[in-house]
């Protein structure tokens, strides 16, 4: 598998991906998912033309094909649409460095669950902030972050529970 920090670039049309679903998305040639080395997930900081980077996820469909899922929050700050041509710049990420946002460690001190949170996998880690990061409403980004707190002391639990 590609190591972190490899940049990798290409170009690609905004697909629309499924009805009714929030996100477009786009396929990533062949030739860089070769590079990449892997037909699993990717974790990736994807910016598109030249805009403000997101984490995401490059997903398998099959076949050795990943797509990128490009949500509404984004197409909207850039003015995107389906069937738009893009300039994908990806940069490959570790899993395991999971960059926390400030009110997340805050609440997470305040319930003494730092701790805790930092013991979970990296995929957990990185799917809980991912769910705090993709929300617009504030009210949302709490009850997000109440549920990444909840699952930090879940887990400490079953730790112990395993333990006994």
Avoid at 94 to 104: F, M, N, T, Y
Wanted: net charge positive.
């Amino acid at each position: 598998m590609t190591k972190a920090g490899t940049k990798l670039s290409f170009q690609a049309k905004l697909e629309n991906w499924a009805e009714g679903m929030d996100y477009c998305a786009i396929a990533v040639p062949a030739k860089i998912t070769k590079t990449l080395g892997t037909t699993k997930a990717v974790l990736v900081m994807a910016s598109l033309n030249g805009g403000e980077p997101f984490q995401v996820s490059l997903f398998p469909a099959g076949g050795g094909q990943h797509y990128i899922r490009v949500r509404a929050k984004v197409r909207k700050q850039m003015d995107l649409h389906e069937g738009d041509k893009v300039k994908v710049q990806i940069v490959v990420q570790d899993r395991a460095d999971v960059d926390l946002p400030q009110d997340l460690i805050a609440a997470l001190k305040a319930e003494g669950a730092l701790k805790d949170f930092n013991a979970l996998t990296p995929g957990k880690k990185n799917y809980a902030v991912r769910k705090i990061n993709d929300v617009a409403k504030p009210e949302t980004r709490k009850k997000r972050i109440n549920e990444a707190v909840e699952l930090a002391l879940q887990e400490a639990e079953k730790k112990r529970d395993r333990a006994k």
